[in-house]
């Protein structure tokens, strides 16, 4: 299994630019996708294929990357964006998800 | 508006079954993939079954084939889930989202908010 590996936490102060990383044992080209979730919901899609953001998600949230090396940036961030954020790949079978990376605000 | 909301969730003893339903609205069911995704207690998400828009194929992960079944009822507009045999590993909520497929990839763009099943005696 293809299997994705991303920081467990962050913490940064409202108004600043957040990288959030996810890096895959093997190529998924450009199937990689990035959810949110905050405590209590279920997940929300907010990029896929790399760099594509869904409708209705603001742009201060941006995808980067292709092969095993992917990003997701949020700038500014703000204090709504306090949540858990995962990356899911679907180019290998089965499709995985990362561990997940918990941004808190200071 | 989209809409996918899951029941049938609860406790239930090891060995014995459970089967989710995910009612969905707001969208044509029978033009999409659909899929079951689960998440145990302070942990992460995992695939658990996808099944075609028209119920002719099915891909489930290796810890649950034989023992979970995804099947779908376009009539209804319905997704379901049979659990069998359950295990206490299989402890988690399980969330219904729907696949969208572009060419290249799919991804999961539409979640319901859950249901939780406990396996335990």
């Known amino acids: 299994d293809t299997v994705l590996t991303q920081s467990p936490a962050l913490a940064v102060s409202p108004g600043e630019r957040v990288t959030i990383s996810c890096r895959a044992s093997?190529?998924?080209?450009?199937?990689m996708h990035w959810y949110q979730q905050k405590p209590g919901q279920q997940p929300k899609l907010l990029i896929y294929?790399?760099?594509n953001l869904e409708s209705g998600v603001p742009a201060r949230f941006s995808g980067s990357g292709s092969g095993t090396d992917f990003t997701l940036t949020i700038d500014p961030v703000e204090a709504d964006d306090t949540a858990t954020y995962f990356c899911q790949q679907s180019w290998n079978d089965p499709p995985t998800f990362g561990g997940g990376t918990k941004l808190e605000l200071k | 508006e989209v809409q996918l909301v899951e029941s049938g969730g609860g406790l239930v003893q090891p060995g014995r079954s459970m089967k989710l339903s995910c009612a969905a609205s707001g969208f044509t069911f029978n033009n999409y993939d659909m899929a079951w995704v689960c998440q145990a207690p302070k942990k992460g998400l995992e695939w658990v079954a996808t099944?075609?828009?028209?119920?002719?194929?099915?891909y489930y992960r290796d810890s649950v084939k034989g023992r979970f079944t995804i099947s779908r009822d376009n009539a209804k507009s319905t997704l379901y889930l049979q659990m069998d045999s359950l295990r206490s590993e299989d402890t988690a909520t399980y969330y219904c989202?729907?696949?969208?497929?572009?060419?290249?990839?799919?991804?999961?763009?539409?979640w319901g908010p859950g249901t939780m099943v406990t396996v335990s005696s």
């Open positions: 294929g790399a760099s």
């Open positions: 093997e190529s998924v080209s450009t199937g």
């Open positions: 989202a729907r696949i969208t497929t572009v060419p290249y990839y799919w991804y999961f763009d539409f």
């Open positions: 099944i075609s828009y028209d119920g002719s194929s099915t």
